[in-house]
């Protein structure tokens, strides 16, 4: 009698793998009104923030690689006019989305008008695990338009390892 | 670990390659390759910021970073970069929309888009999507309409097993194996998402009482070469199914086969142990179901196995007539339940208290830096008395995606908090800002006037400058080829012989010398000429350089002008109360949430409270029994 309770207990708890989960009606629509308000709040303000921030002629940097690219990037260095404007380490989960077509934001801000010099340094792995850093500038003149640089690390596979292309966007 | 689906980056490629033969097109029949990329800026245009912003989207998603994707593309959808006609956006968006656990929204979308008159491969996309969403939500029914018809006819072949994997799981809770087992044949079984299937259709199977068939799917899944700790665990799981199985068949050396497949030191040991255990004494080998319960007592006692074996290894010494040994382990078992009683007491008070639901979520997330929709690990980290005893209750689906959403709940009233501290910065800032340009922006633009004037005849003396140099070399006029030493040398000479004073020996010797630096001005005039239209390049360059300079400040003393007169500062003010009022609503149901947790989690512990008490009954009645035994000379009877 005791054996059989034990064997019903142990595979009661082996159950499927529940897909579908309910909940609480009122509670579950309460959540997604609070949901769609928090959203429309968090785009609002973002918008505002950038009317009082970054008025007509902001410039963005941003990054790029190859997709699929067998090089990784481990992190990237950027300063404008000899001044260090931005830095990242990126992790796996970051790296893995620039290789599936992901292009990052390194920089978005008011700079000044005229000749600049963007320099970028880069540390990476080739494919044989080999650690490198490579460092590339980049001349652009700043207007009165917003000024978008897209800086792309592509592969070079005769070298193993990644060679920069600038991208340059004026209104 | 969450699997992201990879279409994405295959979406996001497609949009790459498609604006980049747009550039290439606009670059005027340009093909722009690798090293032939304009070095100049091009203009930026609607595709160009597209690119741009979907990728940051892309970006955002695949990081983890769900919502600052969901709120990329609702902000770019206010600058008009994206809308209904965007369907790579907008097939995100609704993918976006069902994560957050918006689903109106999501199926919105997706309406609109199939209402489109767009590419079969993007419709047959769409329609998975949709029915995602309905399986999601439990409507089966809906779901099974889409997967079986023809509307996914043009699905990507990498975008198929996730339609067969749902369409089975549909069909496995409808109670038809066959046709989930066909559609799970193409799924690959190594996956995790058809390792998941296989398990279930096995599980679904036994209980439909197709054991035969059931036993041979879990054994499929038990097989599975080794994988990554979730597939090792999910091996684990149908071995001991299989083995309970064969043991309410009675059919005790399968059970042990299976049990033996179980790894030691996994999550499902203490339930192979005690499976393992009574294998062997179903089949009457009390001896060799011993040492195994014995090593379970030494465990956890907060673990029902380990509880069960408790009062099973006394009552195999006791048919081993071992009465000394199961006195002493029945009244071990009686202390052991004690003190896992007043354990369960505390975690009640525990679990009761105000930080226990905080005190789950992992230490070393910085919930502020925290993406609101990022996936955490659940529990990982969670200590505590009253953790050992729910185990069960995190392994349940509901209490888990509730803990989901409440962590979401979480972080965005953190969101919604910082948004509060930053108001006043913001207002702050506009004020500073709009003091400082009142007094500043009267003098700025007059002072802009007579730069752009500036600048205007710099420009135009340049120009003349470079339209006034001959285009060939003409020595008749010596000083427009000389460089800067000759020129003083020959305006020198000049001087000196036009001034007649000298004897005209010495007029001889300046006229030779005049002839000797004129065939030096000659012999260099062709460099010489190539660096003065170098330095007039340079010159117009500069010129240009300060019009795009000034034109620059123009335009910031534009936006300054509208900055002043704009209504932003009544415009930040306004959404204080929309702040507060989005908090006083997190608040609540957090609260709500929170509660509906914790009464999950009482639940559990009272059931245990409850079977506690059960064994802690039979582990007194047992050694009562026995004491009595002992004093009637062996005449107790068991029950």
Redesign the interface.
């Given at each position: 009698?005791?054996?059989r309770h034990?064997?019903m207990?142990?595979?009661a708890?082996?159950?499927?793998?529940?897909?579908?989960?309910?909940?609480?009606e009122g509670?579950s629509q309460?959540?997604?009104?609070?949901?769609?308000?928090?959203?429309?709040?968090?785009?609002?303000?973002?918008?505002?923030?950038e009317?009082?921030?970054y008025?007509?002629?902001q410039a963005a940097f941003?990054l790029?690689v190859d997709?699929g690219t067998p090089i990784r990037l481990v992190d990237v260095n950027l300063t404008l006019n000899g001044q260090h404007v931005g830095y990242h380490f990126y992790?796996d989960?970051?790296f893995?989305?620039?290789?599936?077509?992901?292009?990052?934001?390194l920089y978005t801000g008011n700079i000044q008008?005229?000749?600049n010099v963007l320099e970028a340094t880069i540390t990476g792995y080739d494919p044989r695990g080999k650690d490198y850093q490579k460092t590339t500038s980049y001349t652009?003149?700043?207007?009165?338009?917003?000024?978008?640089i897209?800086l792309r690390v592509?592969d070079d596979l005769d070298a193993m390892q990644h060679r920069f292309?600038?991208?340059?966007?004026?209104? | 670990m969450r699997r992201l689906p990879c279409r994405l980056g295959a979406m996001a490629l497609g949009v790459l390659m498609a604006l980049t033969s747009a550039s290439a097109q606009e670059s005027s029949t340009r093909l722009v390759l690798f090293e032939d990329i304009p070095l100049g800026p091009l203009p930026l245009g609607l595709e160009e910021q597209r690119y741009l912003a979907f990728g940051e989207a892309i970006f955002d998603y695949y990081s983890d970073h769900q919502f600052a994707a969901l709120s990329g593309l609702k902000v770019n959808q206010v600058r008009g970069l994206f809308d209904e006609h965007t369907e790579y956006a907008e097939l995100l968006l609704g993918e976006l929309f069902v994560n957050y656990g918006l689903p109106a929204q999501a199926e919105e979308i997706f309406d609109r888009l199939l209402k489109q008159d767009i590419l079969s491969r993007t419709r047959a996309e769409t329609w998975l999507h949709k029915a995602d969403l309905h399986y999601r939500q439990g409507q089966y029914g809906a779901a099974r309409d889409i997967l079986e018809s023809n509307r996914l006819r043009d699905l990507k072949p990498e975008q198929q097993p996730r339609r067969q994997l749902m369409l089975a799981n549909i069909l496995i809770s409808q109670g038809e194996f066959r046709a989930a087992t066909r559609e799970l044949d193409a799924v690959d079984p190594n996956s995790v998402a058809g390792a998941y299937a296989g398990y279930n259709i096995g599980v679904a199977m036994i209980r439909a009482g197709q054991t035969d068939t059931g036993l041979a799917r879990l054994d499929r899944v038990a097989g599975l070469p080794p994988g990554d700790e979730e597939i090792n665990a999910l091996k684990d799981r149908a071995a001991l199914a299989m083995g309970l199985t064969e043991l309410q068949r009675q059919r005790s050396d399968q059970a042990r086969a299976a049990l033996l497949r179980i790894r030691a030191d996994g999550p499902f040991s203490n339930e192979a142990l005690m499976a393992l255990g009574l294998a062997n004494y179903e089949r009457g080998a009390a001896r060799a179901a011993l040492p195994l319960w014995l090593e379970l007592v030494r465990r956890n006692p907060a673990h029902e196995s380990v509880q069960e074996a408790m009062l099973l290894a006394p009552r195999a010494y006791e048919d081993l007539g071992a009465q000394t040994q199961a006195l002493a382990g029945y009244r071990f078992a009686a202390e052991q339940f004690r003190n896992a009683l007043r354990d369960i007491e505390q975690a009640i008070r525990s679990v009761d208290g105000a930080g226990w639901l905080a005190s789950l979520t992992p230490a070393q997330v910085d919930s502020r830096s925290s993406d609101p929709m990022a996936w955490l690990t659940r529990f990982g980290t969670a200590r505590g008395a009253q953790v050992m005893y729910l185990h069960a209750l995190f392994a349940e689906r509901g209490f888990a995606e509730n803990y989901r959403q409440y962590q979401q709940l979480v972080r965005l009233r953190d969101t919604l908090a910082r948004h509060q501290r930053e108001l006043p910065v913001l207002l702050a800032t506009l004020s500073q800002r709009q003091q400082q340009l009142d007094g500043i922006l009267p003098r700025i633009r007059a002072e802009l006037v007579a730069l752009r004037q500036q600048q205007q005849q710099l420009s135009d003396r340049t120009m003349l400058l470079a339209m006034g140099m001959p285009r060939q070399l003409d020595i008749d006029t010596p000083e427009d080829l000389a460089d800067l030493p000759q020129l003083i040398m020959w305006q020198r000479i000049d001087a000196l012989l036009d001034s007649g004073r000298g004897g005209s020996r010495q007029r001889d010797r300046l006229a030779r010398l005049r002839g000797l630096l004129l065939w030096d001005i000659a012999n260099q005039a062709p460099e010489q000429r190539q660096r003065q239209e170098q330095d007039s390049a340079a010159l117009r360059t500069d010129a240009e350089l300060i019009g795009l300079r000034i034109a620059a400040l123009e335009q910031l003393v534009r936006d300054a002008s509208l900055a002043l007169r704009s209504d932003l500062g009544a415009r930040l003010n306004a959404q204080k109360q929309r702040i507060d009022r989005l908090l006083a609503d997190a608040d609540s149901a957090i609260n709500d949430l929170g509660q509906v947790l914790k009464n999950d989690a009482l639940r559990v512990l009272a059931l245990q409270r409850v079977r506690l008490g059960e064994h802690l009954a039979e582990a007194h009645l047992s050694a009562a029994r026995l004491q009595d035994t002992s004093a009637n000379g062996g005449r107790g009877d068991r029950p």
């Open positions: 009698m005791k054996i034990v064997l207990v142990l595979a708890m082996l159950g499927c793998v529940q897909v579908a989960v309910a909940q609480d509670l309460r959540i997604q009104t609070l949901k769609q308000g928090v959203l429309d709040l968090n785009r609002d303000l973002t918008l505002l923030e009317e009082l921030l008025p007509s002629s941003f790029s997709v992790t989960a970051e893995d989305a620039l290789t599936k077509g992901g292009i990052q934001r008008s005229g000749r652009f003149d700043k207007g009165p338009g917003r000024k978008l897209e592509v292309e600038f991208r340059e966007w004026e209104e | -």
